[in-house]
């Protein structure tokens, strides 16, 4: 029985030999093609990941979301900027100044006040008188809070024009303040 037994083992010996071969190949093609699929799924993945990070970076702040009910985000810096208060303070006159010429005004006068009770911590103010339209009022005051930097108004005094007087022009008098980071 021994001897039957080893020699059905020797007969059998080659062809379990070749189907033990093939059956190694098929399993090292099935674990290549398998790791060769999750390289690309991976690849894949970063590829998508770079792009979406590249439409953040180009688009990330300034670009108008539809979905967003409060519309574009204003680009810039949320500071006054300058490398000494006097410049900050000459920055916040321009932006000001602008926003009034922007809606039709005009500047009558203007003051920079940078000994204010919060110079300290790095607060810059300004008192601008001005004339405007009565229809632009409201967009001057959107323009200066809305903006960047970051300007707040920290008293509004409006004079009507008197009645029958010609160009109806508001006189408004503002006072503003912005943070500058250059102090601390």
């Known amino acids: 029985m021994t001897e039957t037994f080893w020699r059905k083992l020797l007969v059998l010996q080659g062809p379990g030999a070749v189907a033990l071969y093939v059956a190694f190949v098929v399993l090292s093609i099935v674990v290549t093609v398998i790791s060769i699929s999750s390289i690309a799924e991976r690849r894949a993945n970063i590829t998508a990941e770079e792009h979406m990070l590249a439409q953040l970076a180009d688009h990330s702040l300034a670009r108008k979301s539809d979905s967003s009910p409060l519309g574009a985000v204003?680009?810039?810096?949320?500071?006054?900027?300058?490398?000494?208060?006097?410049i900050a303070g000459a920055a916040l006159l321009q932006r000001v100044a602008g926003a009034i010429t922007g809606v039709g005004g005009s500047v009558l006068s203007s003051q920079v006040d940078l000994q204010k009770a919060d110079a300290k911590d790095g607060w810059v103010g300004l008192v601008v008188s001005c004339e405007v339209e009565q229809?632009?009022?409201?967009?001057?005051?959107?323009?200066?809070?809305?903006?960047?930097?970051?300007?707040?108004?920290?008293?509004?005094?409006?004079?009507?024009?008197?009645?029958?007087?010609?160009?109806?022009?508001?006189?408004?008098?503002?006072?503003?303040?912005?943070?500058?980071?250059?102090?601390k």
């Open 74 to 86: 204003p680009s810039g810096s949320p500071f006054l900027q300058g490398r000494t208060v006097n």
């Open 135 to 183: 229809s632009s009022l409201q967009k001057l005051l959107y323009d200066i809070e809305a903006g960047m930097p970051f300007l707040f108004i920290d008293q509004l005094v409006v004079d009507a024009p008197e009645t029958g007087a010609e160009g109806g022009r508001l006189r408004v008098l503002l006072s503003i303040s912005g943070q500058w980071l250059g102090g």
